[in-house]
């Protein structure tokens, strides 16, 4: 099974704001590290949180072929 994309759903923890986007393994691999990629990869979907912009997110990241 090859994987082409990863589906992450952004939810601001402050605002509840929602942001979807899609992104490629390498993309992942830069932005959330290879740590969170390999965990999606096994498990089919994880969550992590992440500080940006002064903000906390939680992001669901769920693989997708």
Do not use: P
């Not at 994309?5 to 393994?25: A, G, H």
């Not at 830069?30 to 999606?40: F, H, M, S």
């Not at 912009?53 to 769920?62: A, I, L």
Request: aromatic share 10%; proline share 0%; glycine share 4%.
């Amino acid at each position: 099974m090859i994987i082409k994309k990863f589906e992450c759903l952004f939810i601001n923890k402050r605002t509840d704001e929602r942001i979807t986007k899609d992104f490629t393994v390498d993309q992942i691999d830069k932005y959330l590290g290879e740590y969170i990629k390999d965990r999606a990869i096994k498990r089919g979907h994880t969550t992590t949180t992440v500080v940006k912009r002064g903000d906390n997110w939680k992001v669901t990241v769920k693989c997708s072929t």
